[in-house]
């Protein structure tokens, strides 16, 4: 194994300082005012104001060249490692709009990822051409209502062909980002295998405008009461939607080749925004104990508070070496050796972000789980994000399975 470096390179340094100024003084400062238009008027249309915030932010990024980072291998964004785009997707995590500021955010980057990799050139040039330029958003239909679908074989949704055309019918839900009015396009598994083909060859992977025939917004999935308006998790219905031929990817039974070479590098994304998450925690957590006093002393000196506090930044060190450690082996090209380590963050990243959250939601008492802090919310999306990609329970089996091969031949 050839020496790992997992720090911050010099060509990375002036990057990252000009995305972590520009979160801290200029982005995160308006979460809140663009997070309250959200209840004037239609919660599922951008106000003038969101407008403005949005739009506003995204041009100063792509006027300072701070865009599409998330692109590490290949020609159009700036061309930085997996080791390097996590740095920056850790400063994103600190923030509500960071990541579509910086055109990095999901599902839109697993979503691009595809076109790239696997589009014909007339879905580049309809879909992939407007993402990157960051004019549309995107939603990944994979998960349905009816099936288990931590175990994607299940998935079931028809799509049979007719002529030059396939058809789809069949329920998806929490479909992150479909409710947002600028979702142009789905990219959704479904199935087109019969049961006497091999079970990972039965699911195809098809591109699908959303303003196709047929589509039906059921409802907005809500995350502990909350719809996360105007994005959204919706729950659609496919009513015999036509969808042209050339729009299916790779051909038939190609399915689950596309979604792992889509879902390797969102969820390590995921992961990185986590541990930025966890750092806010920990800092609200640490001025709140100093600034805060109770019984006469400061909050931090109560309790059990200077062991919650070093065991946050202990975890979060940990979590983040893991992080960097996956991300290294992601940029060594082969796909199968990194599969472990993705997994192995995907449920450690989380997982310590959400104990932190919670940490620091305690030393804030009631007021943490109310609207006047970030922490409630970030509460909800990840415990939420234990579940998005593949639950803890699926991601340590793979884990184990990959731990196991190492002692025995047989199947596991």
């Avoid at 789905?186 to 303003?211: C, F, L, Q, W």
């Avoid at 992961?271 to 920990?282: H, S, T």
């Avoid at 000196?301 to 992601?330: F, P, S, T, V």
Wanted: aromatic letters at 6%; glycine letters at 8%.
């Amino acid at each position: 194994m050839s020496n790992m470096c997992l720090g911050m390179t010099d060509r990375l340094r002036p990057i990252h300082e000009a995305v972590a100024t520009m979160i801290r003084e200029e982005i995160a400062p308006l979460d809140e005012e663009f997070l309250a238009e959200v209840n004037v008027g239609d919660r599922w249309q951008f106000t003038p104001r969101q407008s403005e915030i949005l739009e506003g932010l995204k041009a100063k990024a792509r006027e300072r060249g701070l865009w599409n980072f998330f692109l590490t291998d290949s020609g159009r964004g700036p061309g930085l490692t997996t080791v390097e785009y996590a740095y920056l997707a850790e400063e994103m995590g600190k923030s509500h709009l960071a990541p579509e500021v910086f055109n990095c955010n999901a599902p839109d980057t697993g979503n691009m990822e595809v076109f790239e990799r696997y589009g014909s050139e007339e879905l580049k040039q309809r879909w992939l051409e407007p993402l990157l330029e960051g004019r549309i958003r995107s939603a990944y239909l994979m998960t349905e209502p009816d099936v288990a679908s931590s175990d994607a074989t299940n998935i079931a949704m028809s799509c049979v062909r007719e002529g030059d055309h396939y058809v789809l019918n069949g329920e998806k839900w929490w479909a992150t980002g479909a409710g947002d009015p600028r979702c142009a396009v789905y990219i959704v598994m479904v199935r087109t295998g019969s049961d006497e083909m091999p079970k990972h060859r039965r699911h195809s992977m098809i591109v699908v405008p959303a303003d196709t025939p047929g589509i039906e917004k059921l409802r907005a999935m809500e995350v502990y009461g909350h719809d996360d308006a105007p994005h959204g998790h919706m729950h659609i219905r496919f009513s015999d939607v036509r969808v042209p031929a050339g729009n299916l990817l790779l051909g038939e039974g190609r399915g689950f080749e596309i979604a792992q070479g889509r879902l390797g590098p969102g969820r390590i994304h995921h992961c990185m925004r986590a541990i930025g998450q966890a750092e806010k925690a920990l800092e609200m957590m640490c001025r709140r104990s100093l600034e805060r006093e109770a019984f006469g002393k400061p909050l931090a000196r109560l309790g059990a508070n200077y062991d919650h506090i070093a065991e946050a930044r202990m975890e979060i060190e940990q979590a983040r070496l893991l992080c960097l450690k996956a991300a290294w082996m992601m940029d060594r090209g082969d796909a199968r050796a990194a599969a472990p380590w993705i997994h192995q963050i995907k449920v450690v990243a989380p997982a310590v972000a959400l104990k932190v959250t919670d940490m620091a939601v305690q030393m804030f008492g009631a007021e943490g789980i109310s609207q006047d802090t970030p922490l409630a919310a970030q509460w909800t999306a990840l415990r939420t994000l234990r579940l998005a990609d593949g639950p803890d329970a699926v991601h340590r089996r793979q884990v184990a399975r990959a731990e196991l091969k190492r002692y025995t031949q047989e199947k596991v």
